[in-house]
């Protein structure tokens, strides 16, 4: 298994290329429908974020750092990439939002700082979940919000990558054996109770609309998310 250095090491080399920060910031710049259908996913089970101190970790270049801030909440946003730092501050203009280089394992906050947690497209970068949910645990205030968007394991796309068919392989998925249920599995036993969970068909047009037909198949069920509460010392829910 990969240390936590070789995590940071492999998602410099592979994940944090300009080329494909440039994709991803092109669709936000361009509203796509990509990024709608990501923000249409999402969004219900964040809000309302206004007056809240909310935190997303793995933030990189910051787009919905900026949704959110823009929706009222105190938004703090945790990468360890000074470069994708640089292009979320330079895309965030004036507005007043906290950027902050640090590890997901060892967050420079009080316990109990933050509200709202987010986790979008991140959790499959590493490979020490226990921790990483332990630090997203300690900075919650109790009764907090975890949301944690990720794509399944079990999906067309990730079992084609796995055997090498057709699309290239995610060299920066250091950990792509998420699952809905597993996740959840993990989640309650670091302290969290499931308020809600569900799947989604993929960002991609057209190819979604078969999906939503038929998202009770494993393998049309391209990501998952889940909203999860820091349980408060003492409750046995």
Excluded at 67 to 75: E, M, P, S
Aim: proline share 3%; charged share 30%.
């Amino acid at each position: 298994m990969k240390t936590r250095t070789e995590d940071e090491k492999t998602l410099i080399s592979n994940f944090y290329k300009k080329e494909d920060y440039d994709w991803d910031v092109k669709q936000y710049l361009q509203k796509t429908n990509y990024y709608k259908e990501k923000v249409k996913n999402i969004m219900p089970f964040i809000l309302p974020v206004r007056g809240k101190r909310l935190l997303e970790v793995g933030c990189g270049w910051g787009g919905f750092c900026i949704n959110f801030n823009d929706l009222g909440a105190n938004v703090t946003g945790l990468d360890f990439s000074s470069e994708l730092l640089k292009v979320a501050k330079d895309l965030s203009g004036d507005r007043k939002i906290k950027y902050v280089k640090a590890s997901l394992y060892a967050m420079p906050f009080e316990r109990g700082s933050f509200d709202v947690v987010v986790a979008l497209d991140c959790f499959e970068h590493i490979t020490d979940l226990r921790s990483a949910l332990k630090e997203c645990w300690r900075v919650l205030k109790d009764d907090g919000k975890l949301v944690i968007y990720c794509p399944t394991d079990h999906h067309i796309f990730e079992i084609m990558r796995k055997h090498k068919i057709i699309l290239r392989s995610h060299d920066e998925h250091i950990n792509p054996s998420y699952n809905l249920k597993s996740f959840s599995e993990q989640l309650t036993l670091e302290g969290f109770k499931i308020n809600n969970s569900r799947h989604f068909c993929s960002h991609i047009l057209f190819f979604n609309l078969f999906e939503r037909l038929f998202l009770f198949v494993p393998w049309l069920q391209r990501r998952f998310l889940i909203e999860a509460i820091k349980k408060i010392p003492g409750d046995k829910s």
